[in-house]
C-alpha cells in the first residue's frame, strides 16, 4: 500500500482538473477521499510465461493491457521500461504507468505498477531524465518523470523519484504546463539541448497534426518555442503522436531526427512511426526536403517507440510497442495483452544522396544465443525463438517461406522490379479471424541499399517476425498468430541460424 499512497494519495495533478470542473468549487477533493481502484500486483496469479503465443525473447507483462513504452531512462546500472498499463483488464483503460527494469535491455523483471490512474485523470504517455546537477530541486540524481494528466483536458506534470525509479511522488505545482482548449495535448519527451543550454520538451498535437517544442532552465517553468508540421499530406492522415527528437552522427555532422507516431496513416494502415530528418537550433526544428512520409518500420506492427534517455554509451536506443490500433484488443493473447519490439540502436545512413534511419537489434541479443549453425534444407532445430541469416538475390524476383509442421506459412516476396520485399499475412499465417483488418497480403518496405543481393535478418518469436537487411536500413515488423512457431525456411539456400533462449 505504500506505493499506492505515494502515487495516488499525494497526486496532486487533480487539481489540474479541479480548477476547470465546477463540481469541485475550483478545489481539489481532500487527499483521503480519492479512492482508485487497486491494481493486480505483478506475481499476483503467477503465470507460467508459456502461454501458447506468449512471445520469449519480447518482453510482455505477467498478464494485463499493455501499449506506449513511457519513461525510458538508464540510471545506476538498471534500464527502466515504463509504459502505458492497465492494472485492471485485458483491453485500454484505467491508465497508469507500469514498470520493468533490466541490467542488459533483453531480460525484464515486472515491478510494482509505477504511477497509478484515480478517478479524476489517466496517467499518459511521457519520459524520464536523470537530474544529474539538481536542477529542479528534488535532489542530486533524481529521476524525473514528465507525463500526461488526462482528464478534462490533457496537460502536463511532473513526478519525481528519489529511490532509483521504484516510487514517485507528484509535484505539488502540477501541473508544469496547463491546456484548457486543445483536444490532444500530449506525449511529453523532455531532453537537453547542450548548445542552447536548457531542457526541450516535445508535445503532439494529435489531430492538429503538429509537434510542438517548449522550453526550460529548471524543469518546472516551461516556455512554448516554436511548432513543427509536414507540408506532406500523406504524413497526415492520422493523428500524431508519441514524439522523440534526437541527434545523430550523419557523414561528416550531425542531423537531427523527429520522429513521429502516426495513427491511423501507418504504411498499411493503422498504427505506424514516420520520421523527419533536419536541423534543431534549440528553438525550431527544420527538416531536409525529403521525399515524406518515410517510415521507421514498413510493418504493420511498430508504434509509438521513444529512445532511452542518460544511456551510458551514447547509443540511441528505441523500443516500441509490437502491435497496431486496428486490432490491437482482439489479438488472441491471455493473460497478457500485447508486447514490446525487440529494442533497437538507432543511426542514420545514406542511400541515394539521402539520409535513411537504420534500425538494428542491440547487440545484447548476443547474450541469449547460441551458437550459429548452417541448415541446408531449411530445417530450424531450436526449442523455440532464433535469429535466422540468409542472403536474397535482388536482381530477380523470389520468394521464400517460413512455415511450422501445421501447414502454416508467412509468405515473403523479393521484388526486383520494385525493389522491395513484401510480406504477406493471411489466413494461411495461422490464426487471423479475429479482425477483419488482420489479414494484409502486401506489406512491403523498400529495400533502401544498392547492390545485386541483400542480406536479410530475422528474428522469430512464438508471435512475431521482425525481418531487417544487414544495416538496418530497411525493417518489417508483424506479429503472426501460428499454432507452433515457424521452424522451416523454404526458397533460399542456406540458411544460418542461431537458438534464441527465453528471457523468462
Not at 316 to 323: A, D, E, L, P, S
Not at 325 to 339: D, G, I, K, L, T
Request: with cysteine; aromatic share 12%; charged share 20%.
Amino acid at each position: 500500500m505504500k506505493l499506492l499512497n505515494t502515487f495516488i494519495i499525494a497526486f496532486s495533478a487533480v487539481s489540474l482538473i479541479a480548477c476547470e470542473d465546477s463540481k469541485f468549487d475550483g478545489l481539489p477533493p481532500r487527499l483521503d477521499e480519492v479512492q482508485p481502484e487497486q491494481p493486480v500486483r505483478p506475481g499476483e496469479e503467477a503465470t507460467s510465461r508459456d502461454e501458447q503465443y506468449r512471445p520469449q525473447i519480447h518482453y510482455t507483462p505477467a498478464r494485463n493491457w499493455i501499449n506506449d513504452p513511457n519513461g525510458m531512462v538508464y540510471a545506476d546500472g538498471v534500464y527502466h521500461l515504463y509504459y502505458q498499463y492497465n492494472p485492471q483488464g485485458h483491453g485500454w483503460g484505467n491508465m497508469s504507468w507500469g514498470h520493468a527494469v533490466s541490467s542488459d535491455l533483453i531480460h525484464w523483471d515486472e515491478k510494482d505498477v509505477a504511477m497509478v490512474r484515480n478517478e479524476w485523470v489517466d496517467i499518459f504517455s511521457g519520459s524520464a531524465i536523470v537530474d544529474k546537477g539538481n536542477v529542479a530541486g528534488f535532489g542530486n540524481n533524481a529521476i524525473l518523470a514528465f507525463y500526461t494528466a488526462s482528464g478534462e483536458h490533457q496537460q502536463q506534470c511532473l513526478a519525481y523519484s528519489t529511490d532509483g525509479g521504484m516510487t514517485f511522488t507528484q509535484y505539488d505545482g502540477n501541473p508544469v504546463i496547463t491546456n484548457s482548449e486543445l483536444a490532444d495535448f500530449r506525449d511529453p519527451k523532455v531532453f537537453w539541448h547542450e548548445e542552447s543550454q536548457k531542457w526541450i520538451m516535445a508535445l503532439a498535437l494529435g489531430w492538429s497534426h503538429r509537434i510542438e517544442f517548449w522550453g526550460s532552465e529548471n524543469l518546472k517553468s516551461w516556455r512554448r518555442l516554436s511548432s513543427f508540421a509536414s507540408t506532406s499530406d500523406r504524413s497526415n492522415i492520422g493523428q500524431w503522436e508519441c514524439p522523440d527528437l534526437v541527434k545523430l552522427p550523419y557523414k561528416d555532422g550531425e542531423k537531427w531526427v523527429l520522429i513521429v507516431s502516426n495513427n491511423p496513416g501507418g504504411p498499411v494502415g493503422g498504427s505506424g512511426t514516420e520520421y523527419f530528418v533536419g536541423d534543431f537550433d534549440g528553438e525550431t526544428f527544420t527538416a531536409m526536403d525529403l521525399d515524406y512520409p518515410l517510415w521507421l518500420d514498413y510493418g504493420a506492427d511498430n508504434y509509438a517507440g521513444v529512445t532511452w534517455s542518460n544511456m551510458p554509451d551514447g547509443r540511441v536506443v528505441m523500443i516500441g510497442w509490437m502491435n497496431n490500433w486496428n486490432y490491437a484488443e482482439m489479438v488472441p493473447a491471455s493473460p497478457w495483452c500485447s508486447a514490446m519490439t525487440l529494442p533497437r540502436m538507432l543511426t542514420l545512413k545514406e542511400f541515394n544522396g539521402q539520409p535513411v534511419l537504420a534500425t538494428e537489434v542491440v547487440r545484447e541479443i548476443d547474450g541469449i544465443a547460441g551458437e550459429w549453425k548452417v541448415s541446408s534444407d531449411g530445417q530450424i532445430n531450436v526449442d523455440d525463438a532464433y535469429e535466422a541469416k540468409f542472403t536474397v538475390s535482388l536482381k530477380e524476383s523470389s520468394s521464400f517461406k517460413l512455415s511450422n509442421s501445421a501447414g502454416e506459412y508467412l509468405e515473403v516476396s523479393v521484388n526486383a522490379g520494385a525493389r522491395k520485399i513484401i510480406a504477406k499475412r493471411t489466413s494461411a499465417t495461422g490464426e487471423a479471424t479475429f479482425h477483419d483488418k488482420f489479414s494484409i497480403p502486401s506489406v512491403s518496405a523498400p529495400f533502401n541499399c544498392d547492390g545485386d543481393e541483400m542480406e536479410l535478418h530475422v528474428f522469430v518469436d512464438r508471435s512475431s517476425v521482425e525481418i531487417f537487411n544487414s544495416d538496418g536500413t530497411m525493417a518489417l515488423t508483424n506479429i503472426v498468430f501460428p499454432k507452433e512457431p515457424y521452424n522451416i525456411i523454404s526458397g533460399v539456400g542456406d540458411v544460418s541460424y542461431r537458438e534464441l533462449k527465453s528471457i523468462w
